[in-house]
């Protein structure tokens, strides 16, 4: 009878093993065709193999998402949406250009933009939202795309790394580790800043022939027209969302609650709101945490960091550097958000954990800049572009790997400073 018990534990064990590999190539090689399957269906299929094979029962499948999480992304989104639909992201476009004067600035103006309004909304909505402005503002004044758009997807991985709301893998780290959100602020939005001034620099070295070369040329054309009223009422409602956060609210609720006074007020059809939503990321994210569960039932995790714990070393500072070289490297083999989900695990047996996980919150965020598929951010900001110009591969990574190697000596090196 125990030799049956035994068995059948080794079956499934092996089965949640496969289901896991075979998810994760479907979510990492998503543009090599494998199956006609993208990341959310990926990761839905992952789920129901786990439940049809018996691995997990539909009952722990529901007990292994984080509600809070995608609680968390929705209202984030839907204030996202009310800024969209006030024309907020129209009207700060079109004041960057009026504003800036110089191709030089206008890229400056950019990343400063990019990156701070990741570090307060979720930074794959603001590609999202921002891209199509933004490739209006550069044709409008007859630029080169390149730059910018580099520009764009780079400041929104780096300034997202700034709060727990800034992208989904902070949101998830936050809600795992317990930070407080001004706690976490503390010690990753001046690294923020210093990724970004870094990137600045490159950017404009690496481009400086070419944005030398160029002219801002104007029209008069318009974008969306601005509904001042919804714009003062969402950024209202953003504002008392992080007063929330700052004063250690739930994060979940408090963004939810925001986003449903705005929408209360706002007195507009919720069905447009609702339409901007990125459902299938918040499937992607619910199929995700059970695919994670069934392989941590296994006890594969533990034992993968019981084998490579020894690489670490012992002292806090040593272990901070070597987990941040390793969370690049798996954040970009796995993608961000699922090396999180699975190295969450191993946090609590590190020195100082709080270090380990604000490490992993800056390595696996600015490791998104590594390669054009490092981040949902990139990929949404070329493939929105693909009608005005082609970014390659090595059109990105020679910018990308040097931003990644300097963003994250120089962000390690402040986040070790300020503690």
């Known amino acids: 009878m125990r030799k049956l018990l035994a068995d059948e534990a080794a079956r499934r064990e092996l089965l949640a093993i496969v289901i896991f590999a075979l998810t994760y190539i479907l979510i990492s090689g998503r543009r090599l065709k494998i199956l ?225 006074l705005v929408m209360v007020l706002a007195r507009r059809d919720t069905h447009e709101v609702l339409k901007l939503v990125d459902w299938h990321l918040l499937v992607f994210f619910a199929a995700l945490f059970a695919v994670v569960a069934g392989l941590d039932r296994t006890g594969l995790p533990e034992q993968v960091f019981e084998r490579v714990q020894g690489l670490w070393g012992t002292a806090p500072h040593v272990q901070a550097w070597n987990f941040s070289w390793f969370s690049i490297v798996g954040s970009n083999i796995f993608s961000n958000v699922p090396f999180v989900l699975v190295a969450g695990k191993w946090i609590a047996n590190f020195a100082d954990p709080d270090l380990i996980w604000k490490v992993m919150a800056l390595a696996t965020t600015l490791a998104g800049n590594l390669t054009i598929l490092g981040s949902v951010a990139n990929m949404i900001v070329v493939e929105s572009a693909r009608g005005h110009i082609e970014v390659g591969f090595w059109d990105y990574a020679k910018f990308g790997l040097p931003i990644t190697l300097l963003t994250t000596v120089g962000g390690m090196l402040v986040l070790l400073w300020v503690g």
């Open 36 to 260: 006609p399957l993208n990341r959310p269906a990926a990761a839905v299929l992952g789920t129901v193999l786990m439940v049809a094979t018996g691995v997990m029962t539909p009952q722990q499948v529901y007990q292994a998402v984080d509600y809070d999480t995608l609680v968390l992304l929705l209202g984030m989104m839907l204030l996202s949406a009310y800024l969209f639909l006030a024309g907020f992201f129209d009207w700060a476009a079109d004041g960057i250009l009026r504003r800036a004067g110089t191709p030089q600035r206008l890229l400056l103006f950019l990343i400063v933009a990019s990156g701070g309004l990741s570090a307060l909304l979720v930074n794959d909505t603001i590609c999202l939202m921002l891209t199509p402005l933004v490739i209006s503002v550069i044709v409008r004044g007859r630029l080169p795309l390149l730059p910018y758009l580099l520009a764009l997807a780079m400041s929104a991985n780096i300034g997202s790394v700034a709060t727990l709301v800034g992208n989904p893998q902070n949101m998830i780290i936050g809600h795992l580790s317990k930070i407080s959100f001004l706690d976490f602020s503390k010690s990753l939005l001046p690294v923020a800043g210093v990724g970004l001034a870094i990137e600045c620099v490159v950017l404009h070295f690496g481009f400086r022939r070419l944005l030398s070369q160029a002219v801002i040329q104007r029209d008069d054309s318009t974008g969306r027209a601005v509904d001042r009223r919804l714009m003062k009422l969402s950024l209202g409602g953003l504002a008392l969302v992080f007063i929330g956060f700052i004063a250690g609210l739930n994060l979940a609720w408090t963004a939810l609650g925001g986003a449903a």
